[in-house]
C-alpha cells in the first residue's frame, strides 16, 4: 500500500460524486488506499456553517491515518483540505474548483507552505472565480491546469484523472 488518500466531495454533493470517485478509482488502481468522508450532514448547516463540522470530520480522518496523508477536495472539499493542512501533517494537495473565499466565513482559503499541490480549475467556473483561484495558486507557488470546463469539470475527468496519476507519481 503506497498510502492514504483522503477525497472531499463539494457542497450538494457527496462520497459517491462523480470526480471523487473517479480520483479514488485512479488512486485505488495504483495501490493508494481512500477514504471519503460523507459531508452532507454537515451541509444542511450552509456553506459558511458547514466547514467547522467539515474541518472536524477531516481532522478526525487525517488523525486516523496511519502517515500523513495526501488530501484531494472539490469546491468546499478543497477549500476545508486546504485549511486542514495548516492544522495536521499532510503529504499534498490536490484541489478541484477552489473557491478562494466562502462569503460568511471569516477566512479565506489558505494551505500549509511546503506542502506539494495542484489546482484544477475550469475557465468557465460560475461558483468560483478563476482569477481568485489563480491568485491562489500564485500565492502558493502552486502549479496549475485550467481546462476550458464549468464548475462540476465533467467535460475535463479524463485530463484531471491524467494529471492525478502524474501528482500521485511524485509519492512513488
Not at 106 to 127: I, T, W
Request: charged share 20%; hydrophobic share 45%; net charge negative.
Amino acid at each position: 500500500m503506497r498510502g492514504h488518500i483522503i477525497l472531499s466531495h463539494g457542497s450538494d454533493s457527496g462520497p459517491d460524486a462523480t470526480k471523487v470517485s473517479a480520483l479514488a478509482a485512479v488512486a485505488e488502481s495504483l495501490g493508494w488506499r481512500t477514504s471519503r468522508p460523507d459531508y452532507r450532514e454537515d451541509d444542511a448547516h450552509g456553506h459558511a456553517g458547514c466547514i467547522d463540522p467539515r474541518l472536524v470530520r477531516l481532522a478526525a480522518e487525517i488523525a486516523a491515518s496511519p502517515a500523513p496523508p495526501v488530501l484531494v477536495g472539490s469546491s468546499m472539499g478543497a477549500f476545508v483540505s486546504g485549511l486542514a493542512s495548516l492544522d495536521a501533517p499532510v503529504a499534498g494537495l490536490f484541489l478541484l474548483a477552489l473557491p478562494a473565499r466562502i462569503p460568511g466565513y471569516p477566512r479565506a482559503f489558505a494551505a500549509r507552505p511546503g506542502v506539494p499541490s495542484f489546482l484544477v480549475h475550469g475557465y468557465a467556473d460560475d461558483v468560483c472565480p478563476l482569477d481568485e483561484a489563480l491568485n491562489v495558486a500564485r500565492h502558493h507557488a502552486m502549479p496549475a491546469l485550467l481546462v476550458e470546463d464549468d464548475h462540476r469539470l465533467s467535460a475535463s475527468l479524463p485530463d484531471i484523472e491524467a494529471e492525478f496519476r502524474r501528482f500521485l507519481g511524485r509519492f512513488a
